[in-house]
């Protein structure tokens, strides 16, 4: 009896470190042939279940983006705050998610890459790391409130927890570290990302954002012009947080391709 129950203390063990990491994720669709996956990048302080929770349950970003394009699947991973800003990990376990669920639906044709608040700027950061099959596929990017410039950002928030994600995740501030937050502000990420002017993004930018500055949205959709993206700019009179969701619906709609006219700027009150 004793040996049979170390026998399976040692299976359930051998099981639980099998796991992946990134086993706290959450994956829905309209469709049982989706052709559109949205990879979404929760706030700092979240977890994976923000898109399918806020601004809540009822009124969800998820079901924003489900609601009426045909064929959208929702893919959202938990991620660890350093390693979002750092890029120690190199976003692995985002890029061998996706690769599994590509392969569990493979009806799947585009990626829309979309984040909130920090979530925003992995958005935009991810195109960085991707492997070369996955950034082949990137057709839009909703980012919803990003930073452009972590130096900046860490000198400019009104947030402590901010400012403290950011000393812990370089080891210091910006005087300490100048050269390593420089290396993770988008336009130096983007450095080596190539032209894609078939890729549609929307940047939402909060007018009383007293945690990521405005003009950092708006100097951002300058770089990703001179990179050739198709940008537009989204502005919504409210403070720093998870917008309504229906501004998701919304980019969803532009960024793949459902809106013709052109949008920018779009103030949404």
């Known amino acids: 009896m004793r040996s049979s129950i170390i026998i399976f203390t040692i299976a359930l063990l051998s099981l639980c470190l099998s796991q992946p990491s990134f086993a706290n994720s959450r994956f829905e669709t309209n469709s049982i042939t989706p052709n559109i996956l949205v990879i979404y990048f929760h706030s700092y302080g979240s ?3 923000e898109a399918f929770d806020a601004p809540s349950p009822d009124d969800s970003i ?3 983006m489900l609601k009426d394009i045909p064929g959208v699947a929702i893919l959202s991973i ?3 705050s350093k390693a979002a800003i750092n890029g120690s990990d190199g976003y692995r376990e985002v890029s061998e998610l996706t690769t599994q669920c590509w392969n569990d639906h493979p009806s799947l044709k585009h ?3 979309c984040g909130t608040s920090l979530g925003a700027y992995e958005s935009l950061a991810y195109l960085h ?3 070369q099959p996955i ?3 990137v057709c839009g990017i909703i980012s919803v409130e990003p930073t452009d410039d972590l130096a900046d950002l860490f000198y400019k928030t009104r947030s402590a ?3 403290e994600l950011l000393f812990s995740a370089f080891g210091g501030d910006p005087i300490k570290e100048p050269d390593y937050y420089r290396s993770h502000s988008i336009k130096t990420l983007f450095s080596n990302v190539p032209n894609r002017p078939d890729i549609k993004i929307c940047i939402v930018s909060a007018k009383r954002d007293r945690v990521v500055p405005p003009y950092q949205q708006k100097r951002l959709c300058n770089t990703l012009r001179e990179k050739k993206f198709q940008v537009q700019l989204v502005e919504i009179d409210r403070a720093h947080s998870v917008a309504d969701s229906g501004i998701y619906g919304i980019a969803l709609h532009y960024v793949t391709g459902r809106y013709e006219r052109n949008l920018q700027p779009l103030t949404v009150k």
């Open 47 to 49: 977890n994976y279940t």
């Open 62 to 64: 998820a079901k924003a």
């Open 78 to 80: 938990d991620r660890e």
């Open 111 to 113: 990626i829309v890459l």
């Open 129 to 131: 790391y991707t492997p």
């Open 135 to 137: 950034f082949d596929k």
């Open 161 to 163: 927890k901010v400012q």
